[in-house]
């Protein structure tokens, strides 16, 4: 059964996705998007117009699915401390694998001809991660709003390094397999992570 409307609509944007991951952004036609997709040219225009349109879509749709695998603070353990490091390690988890890496890289290739959808990316991965961290933050540990944004982009900055640099310019491989949650303790160095929220936080208002 051809797909429709809406289905179609994200067939595309999941298809181009993995297209833009895998051969970059200049070199993905929109022509072998359709293609890919199994679908018509003029299907395709006729919901992307042009191809940063639906690269657009593309940041979009992946803002949903990254904030659906990292959620919130809260969501790892009830121990605030507890909490704030293993969603520190998720990210990194995260970052670590293909599909979330190669998208960084390719924010980054395309950053001085689209800067705008290179800053949508970076908001995608980083704004968003280190904004939660700070809500969590000022609810359970007590911190003001600026202290609790400070804490957490720097130790959202020195949970990811030296992982994040490593992983863009390719000295250490990307994980191709999904990484999930349940292997976080083995994925990622939790106790380091541990440190660093003992360095950042301040110890009058530690959770």
Avoid at 44 to 68: G, Q, S
Avoid at 72 to 91: L, M, N, T
């Amino acid at each position: 059964m051809a797909r429709r409307g809406e289905a179609l609509r994200e067939h595309i944007l999941d298809t181009a996705k993995l297209a833009f991951l895998e051969t970059g952004f200049e070199r993905t036609s929109m022509d072998a998007i359709a293609a890919r997709a199994e679908t018509s040219k003029r299907s395709l225009y006729a919901h992307f117009p042009t191809k940063d349109a639906l690269f657009v879509a593309v940041v979009e749709r992946i803002r949903t699915l990254f904030d659906e695998r990292i959620g919130v603070p809260a969501d790892y353990a009830e121990q605030p401390s507890e909490a704030i490091v293993r969603y520190c390690g998720r990210f990194v988890q995260l970052l670590c694998w293909s599909s979330v890496g190669r998208m960084a890289r390719l924010g980054i290739g395309e950053a001085e001809r689209l800067p705008d959808l290179a800053a949508g990316l970076y908001e995608v991965l980083f704004d968003i991660t280190t904004g939660n961290l700070a809500a969590y933050l000022v609810t359970a540990s007590g911190l003001a709003d600026q202290q609790a944004q400070n804490a957490a982009n720097d130790l959202i900055g020195l949970a990811i390094h030296p992982t994040l640099p490593r992983l863009l310019f390719g000295v250490d491989p990307l994980t191709e397999k999904t990484p999930e949650r349940t292997s976080l303790a083995t994925d990622v160095d939790l106790d380091r992570i541990r440190r660093l929220v003992h360095l950042v936080i301040p110890t009058d208002d530690r959770p």
